[in-house]
């Protein structure tokens, strides 16, 4: 199986599709018919290239997402001291 190669300006205009317009990552490499890991590499390749930052619809999607994942980490946290604290009230008694 031959790998392909993508053009730079392919590339950078797929990374726009998500940085730019609000796509998701899967559904952008679904919708240029490439893998999704191949385009999680290039965002962040180009990333520190000036004009490929997150803007717009892009940007917004990006920090929601952020603060899902993070809401997701804190919820779980919250759950495991809940239980240590109940251990420990128990080994109080």
């Given at each position: 199986?031959?790998?392909?190669?993508?053009?730079?300006?392919?590339?950078?205009?797929?990374?726009?599709?998500?940085?730019?317009?609000?796509?998701?990552?899967?559904?952008?490499?679904?919708?240029l018919?490439?893998?999704?890991?191949?385009?999680?590499?290039w965002?962040?390749?180009?990333?520190?290239?000036?004009?490929?930052?997150?803007?717009?619809?892009?940007?917004?999607?990006?920090?929601?997402?952020?603060?899902?994942?993070?809401?997701?980490?804190?919820?779980?946290?919250?759950?495991?001291?809940?239980?240590?604290?109940?251990?420990?009230?128990?080994?109080?008694?």
């Amino acid at each position: 199986m031959a790998r392909r190669k993508y053009t730079v300006e392919f590339k950078r205009s797929a990374v726009q599709l998500v940085n730019q317009q609000g796509y998701s990552v899967p559904k952008a490499a679904k919708s240029l018919g490439i893998d999704a890991h191949n385009l999680r590499s290039w965002l962040k390749t180009f990333s520190d290239e000036e004009g490929m930052a997150p803007t717009g619809e892009g940007a917004v999607a990006a920090e929601l997402r952020r603060l899902r994942k993070e809401n997701a980490r804190l919820v779980i946290e919250r759950e495991i001291l809940k239980k240590a604290a109940a251990f420990f009230a128990r080994e109080q008694s």
